[in-house]
């Protein structure tokens, strides 16, 4: 795994879809910052943290497709993991008001003081620092992911048990932190944020910054889920993923391997529900609710299952959707959204990504074909080669036609 981080892994499709979403984050920004609102390029506050929602919720859908598209672990509580983060957040940002808060109180938050708590519970220790609060935006999603895969895939749970047990993880979740004496807040959650770093959390250029952050954070994200999967790391997930028995049965360490991902999937999702919450003002345990969880799934299913693009492309899709039918019509957003996925699933199973992929794919051997008929000395299926090339297959005989092996070498599986 030394080369897992190599740049070669790196497709210039990649850095294509970088690029368009680093320069729509700056165009966003400049034209909320350095535009009046009569300009007719003027983007107001509310769209810019609009859109800013929709990067944390591709981050989310870009962690579940780690895990579903290249691996086959269906999960449908990953809700969980961005709600954690989320609170994680939220405690610093609560420790943040101070005094400013309706009882005044220097340490307690105000729900504390409302139920007569005497003392800051000892888990919100270090909580007023900021790089503390980033570190537990890593380590508790992390954590409880790694114990959770842990005792799963050591266990061999695979399939639809494995997507039930995430979704009770969830669910027992939501019902933990709707509790008051947990210390979060109970029902309400933790809400009216005053600042983060010392900027005013309303302040128009503090909105644009996190917006920006979510954009750079969702770059990054993509980047390594990128890097993974075009490693020979990524090859032995693809393998787990369409032949688990057999990849297992060639001596790779399976469940290490899925625990590896699933542990980076997490905090990837922990970090975007960090950057979710101070830009929505609020974080309770609805965010919890499988049904959260369950609509990251369709928004993969949508974008197209296994293709990073296609992931952050049905969260924007679907939540741009949501966003207008809610306003619209209100009523019927559920049933436009089941639908929706029984669509998907029936007539575009690849996602709208992976449809386009394949039909480009098509086009691409539909002219390679065309060409061998009209006299071309290559058949059809294969990549036109230059007459170097096929002179020095023809030379390498025997070598040219030996193949290369689908998985890196794996070291021996010792009996139990």
Known sequence: MMNLFSLSHIGRGTFLSIAVILGAAVLIVLANLTTTPASAFHVPDHIVALLGKFLCYAMLAVSLNLVWGYCGILSLGHGAFFALGGYAMGMYLMRQIGTRGVYGDPVLPDFMVFLNWPELPWYWTGFDMFWFAALMVLLVPGVLAFVFGWFAFRSRVTGVYLSIITQALTYALLLAFFRNDMGFGGNNGLTDFKDILGFDIQADTTRAGLFAASGLALVVCFLICRTVTRSKLGKVLIAVRDAESRTRFLGYRVEHYKLFVWTLSAMMAGIAGALYVPQVGIINPGEFAPANSIEVVIWVAVGGRGTLVGAVLGAVLVNFAKTWFTAALPDIWLFALGGLFVVVTLFLPKGIVG?????????????????????????????????????????TGAQARTPEPSLPDAEPQPAE
Do not use: H, I, Y
Request: charged share 20%.
């Open 355 to 395: 449809t386009l992929g394949s039909g480009w794919t098509a086009l691409r051997q539909r002219k390679v074909s065309e060409a061998f008929e009209a006299g071309s000395d290559e058949p059809p299926g294969k990549a036109p080669q230059s007459p170097g090339a096929r002179s020095n297959v023809a030379m």
